[in-house]
């Protein structure tokens, strides 16, 4: 594995620290090392020619596949012009452009004006949510609402790594560590029916959220921690329908709406986080459009540029920027590389392609195939839940259908298949032991059911089944 003459895993793990990464696991040299030398479309290979579907788009951001011509050819394009000036004092030629794209796509699901929003250019997915968490947090001091502090967010939350960001979030594992640092946010259970405390039928093969029974109390569950906090609450921050990183747990239709309505109705902000879910992951241009919502501030990030470059944006309800006007409430807020000419151009290029106009109905014909193989799933015993939304895959693992009974989670038994895929040509990562395909939106139809062979052969060889 050299690249040149160099011994790339012994440079890589000489210097390098990676993300969510354990050392020791990855500093055993018997632990092979995958080096990504090149891609096209939804295959990846490594720098020893070995080819591999890249089955959870490069964690979740990759939307039209590698080297799509059109964003490669607005990337060169822009290069040739200019790879990054300031955007303090200065505009530039593209993110007024992708502003606008942006806000027209607000206006259209919400009805309204472009101009009642208002975007907000930062790098990442956790940029986008920590500017959206200052923004509503000044916004209460410049309206005489200093009372108004208190955020509100769901169990298993996962909003990314800054301060800010892991304050909302509710994730043992990534944010226990941190506890002291960070400020207070209030919990509410997330509402996963697979595992909901208030679903009382019994375990069927098929979507928990279909056959579950129970009475909202998921939403009472909101309802009995707002309510009393009234005008202390400051925002309902969530990632709309599918908490991602929490496990894939896919919400019940009507939760969003229902609890949006009721924080808005107590005059606190909504702030959905659609970093995952945005830009038709879950069939729909933003997830939110599955509902009646109109949230105040939306976090964009992984597939604003179709996976390419980092940019991020959080998209403001004018009526609230309009409290930021005076040079004493300017927001003392950004980033060096704020309005990057090279991450527009190739979020242009792929909002572009999400344009076309056969696009929703080509979309909805593969998430079609994809929920078809997830079915194929339940043949196996260790599967306790197939969930589907848009062109996200779900399979939760259980050592028990009856009782729903988890691994322990030391097996790493969702880790094991991951790496079994591998030995079958496909790359995805598991959240705990639920499996994820998230296909680039351009797998053809034989790719995506390599994919799904690919993983049910891996799940045999870990958890044989018979
Ligand atoms: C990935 C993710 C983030 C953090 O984004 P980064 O770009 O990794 O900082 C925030 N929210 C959700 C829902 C995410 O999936």
């Known amino acids: 594995m050299q690249a040149g003459n160099r011994d790339i895993p012994s440079l890589d793990r000489r210097f390098l620290w990676h993300p969510f990464t354990a050392l020791d696991l990855w500093l055993d040299e018997g632990t092979p090392m995958t080096v990504i030398a090149g891609?096209?479309?939804?295959v990846l290979e490594d720098s020893e020619g070995n080819r591999f579907l890249d089955g959870n788009s490069s964690i979740w951001t990759n939307l039209h596949g590698h080297r799509h011509p059109k964003i490669s050819e607005a990337?060169?394009?822009?290069?040739g012009k200019i790879a990054h000036s300031s955007f303090l004092g200065l505009s530039n030629e593209l993110a007024p452009l992708l502003a606008e794209r942006l806000a027209v796509s607000m206006a259209d699901l919400t009805g309204g004006a472009p101009d009642a929003w208002r975007v907000?250019?930062?790098?990442?997915?956790?940029?986008?949510i920590e500017a959206a968490i200052k923004i509503v947090v000044q916004f209460f001091q410049q309206t005489g609402q200093q009372e108004r502090a208190?955020?509100?967010?769901?169990?298993?939350?996962?909003?990314?790594?800054t301060v800010g960001a892991m304050s909302v979030g509710h994730s043992p594992v990534f944010h226990g560590t941190y506890k002291d640092l960070l400020f207070q946010s209030r919990e509410i259970p997330p509402p996963g029916c697979y595992r909901c405390p208030h679903n009382r039928a019994v375990p069927e093969k098929g979507d928990a959220r279909d056959y579950r029974r129970c009475q909202w109390e998921c939403v009472a569950d909101f309802e009995k921690t707002v309510v009393p906090?009234?005008?202390k609450m400051a925002a309902w921050v969530i990632e709309p329908r599918v908490q991602g990183a929490a496990g894939m747990i896919m919400h019940p239709a009507g939760y969003l709406e229902k609890t949006c309505a009721l924080a808005q109705s107590l005059g606190a902000k909504v702030i959905l986080d659609e970093v995952m879910t945005g830009f038709f992951r879950t069939g729909r241009r933003f997830a939110f459009a599955h509902e009646n919502v109109k949230p105040d501030l939306v976090a964009l990030a992984k597939g604003l540029t179709g996976g390419y470059l980092p940019l991020a944006a959080t998209v403001i309800d004018e009526s609230m920027a309009a409290e930021f006007r005076s040079i004493e409430r300017t927001f003392y807020h950004g980033h060096s590389y704020t309005g990057n000419q090279l991450g527009c151009a190739a979020a242009l290029a792929s909002l572009d392609l999400l344009d076309e106009p056969e696009f929703p109905a080509l979309l909805q014909v593969k998430a079609a195939r994809l929920a078809e193989i997830g079915a194929g799933?339940?043949?196996?015993?260790n599967v306790g839940d197939v969930r589907r939304e848009g062109m996200i895959l779900a399979i939760e693992l259980v050592e028990d259908f009856a009782t729903r009974k988890a691994f322990a989670p030391k097996r790493r038994i969702g880790a094991a298949v991951c790496e079994a895929a591998k030995r079958f040509g496909l790359l995805t990562r598991p959240v705990g032991d639920v499996l994820l395909l998230m296909p680039p939106y351009c797998a053809a139809d034989e790719q995506l059911e390599e994919m799904g062979n690919a993983l049910y052969l891996a799940l045999c060889t870990v958890c044989p089944a018979a």
Do not use: K, M, N, R
Not at 75 to 79: T, Y
Not at 150 to 161: A, I, K, N, R
Not at 377 to 381: G, L, V
């Open 39 to 42: 891609g096209e479309g939804c």
């Open 75 to 79: 990337i060169a394009a822009q290069l």
């Open 120 to 128: 907000f250019l930062s790098d990442d997915g956790s940029t986008a």
């Open 150 to 161: 208190v955020f509100v967010s769901l169990g298993g939350g996962y909003h990314g790594d």
């Open 229 to 231: 906090l009234g005008e």
């Open 377 to 381: 799933f339940w043949s196996h015993p």
